[in-house]
């Protein structure tokens, strides 16, 4: 049974909420780590014209990775700001952008006349207090999937709006932001099925978008061709099963973290969702959501249990999937299904949010103990051959360095060993 409020309560507990987030999104920033601090240092030591520079990034890849949109603006924000500065700004910018979406959502919702501003609210709070929120806000790296999502929210808000030509600019540029864009096809065919886009609109909307994603994958594939060795994406056929499996049992905790317990608890929350959608074509448009997601991250949703991991920022692939799924279970789902929701969502991101918390204190205090060193004209050599890395500007370096002074575990353990630095 939902909560009669007035309507003027309404904005003081959206304010509410987005403090409280935003209060929690400010502690976590305790210190830049990994390719936050790669990408910096690239920008740092960049001598060109910061604009010509940018405008190379749509000409080449960075790393392996075509997504220019979002690589060219963060390295124009971190030519312009200070080291110490960027990396801060750089994550309010990911949090803003997840703020945006989240707006654009609701109120895409209340122009089609979806649910009540009760469940309008919870929308917005599971977006924001998701576990692939937390990690976006808190990393910001995770550029790609922050601003693809605000740029896919704000072409959906358009097309709510009756418009063709402003969703297509929007999910055109959203293909030069991150692959998983693409899931916008499956979302723009179920929304023509809830009649939310006239005929006339959808066949405009998807068509001029499959070409403009095309002319994407087309320039994405001659500089990282799709599916081989240099592709993030290795779309590995024999994982369909096992990533489809992660996928339905951990989409609502967004962390592969847990075992069996959680993965089944996760299980029967999907099936859970599916029994509230009304209508079996609406329950299988869904289904093509999740199985459309689970191609474009084959072989990426791995468990893991150690703390020194690239899956510590696993939540960010949940992201887009996740804000989609919640679009549309809020077309077509029972409104009991967001209050349900709450709990595995929230307690997802508690989970994430304390682990990527205590991920950055281990680089903090190795960022303090190379200052250390530093001032001794000693640059600090840590063993770990796992995640090797070289920072000149702090003066430290971890790699294989077995008679090394330090050595980190998996756990994150920073241990002195009697031995000397090299």
């Known amino acids: 049974m939902n909560i009669a409020l007035p309507m003027r309560v309404m904005p003081w507990l959206y304010g509410i909420f987005v403090s409280a987030w935003l209060i929690a999104v400010l502690a976590l920033m305790q210190a830049d780590v990994w390719d936050e601090t790669r990408f910096l240092l690239f920008a740092s030591t960049s001598?060109?014209?910061?604009?010509?520079?940018?405008?190379?990034l749509w000409l080449q890849p960075l790393e392996n990775i075509y997504r220019p949109l979002p690589i060219s603006v963060a390295f124009l924000i971190a030519q312009l700001l200070s080291f110490d500065w960027a990396w801060p700004v750089l994550r309010l910018v990911n949090a803003g952008l997840l703020l945006g979406s989240a707006a654009c959502l609701v109120s895409t919702l209340r122009a089609w006349q979806v649910g009540n501003r009760w469940q309008h609210l919870q929308v917005f709070c599971l977006l924001l207090a998701s576990g692939s929120a937390v990690i976006t806000a808190g990393w910001y790296a995770n550029i790609f999937d922050a601003m693809a999502l605000a740029l896919l929210m704000l072409g959906i808000w358009f097309s709510s709006r009756q418009s063709i030509v402003l969703p297509v600019l929007c999910f055109s540029l959203a293909f030069f932001c991150k692959e998983t864009s693409l899931l916008i096809f499956p979302v723009l065919i179920a929304l023509r099925f809830a009649q939310k886009l006239k005929p006339m609109q959808f066949n405009w909307i998807f068509g001029l978008s499959v070409l403009t994603a095309i002319a994407y994958l087309a320039l994405r594939h001659y500089f990282v061709p799709i599916g081989s060795q240099q592709d993030i994406h290795h779309l590995d056929l024999a994982s369909v099963g096992s990533t489809?499996?992660?996928?339905?049992?951990?989409?609502?905790?967004?962390?592969?973290?847990?075992?069996?317990?959680?993965?089944?608890?996760?299980?029967?929350?999907?099936?859970?969702?599916l029994v509230t959608i009304k209508g079996w074509l609406a329950r299988l448009l869904v289904v093509v959501l999740w199985l459309s997601a689970s191609i474009l991250y084959l072989s990426m949703l791995i468990p893991y249990d150690t703390l020194l991991s690239h899956l510590n920022f696993i939540g960010r692939l949940y992201l887009i999937p996740f804000v989609f799924t919640l679009l549309l279970l809020a077309l077509w789902a029972k409104p009991i299904v967001f209050k349900v929701l709450l709990i595995p969502v929230f307690s997802g991101a508690v989970v994430t949010y304390y682990t990527h918390y205590h991920f950055q204190l281990i680089y903090q205090h190795i960022y303090l103990l190379a200052a250390q060193q530093a001032s001794a004209s000693t640059p600090l050599y840590i063993h770990y051959p796992a995640t090797p890395f070289h920072d000149p500007r702090r003066h430290f370096y971890i790699g294989d360095y077995p008679n090394a002074a330090w050595r980190l575990t998996p756990q994150g353990q920073l241990q002195a060993l009697p031995t000397d630095t090299l």
Request: glycine share 10%; charged share 0%.
């Open 244 to 273: 489809l499996y992660y996928w339905l049992s951990t989409l609502w905790w967004q962390h592969t973290q847990g075992g069996w317990p959680v993965f089944g608890l996760g299980l029967m929350c999907s099936a859970c969702v």
């Open 47 to 56: 001598t060109e014209n910061p604009f010509f520079t940018a405008l190379a």
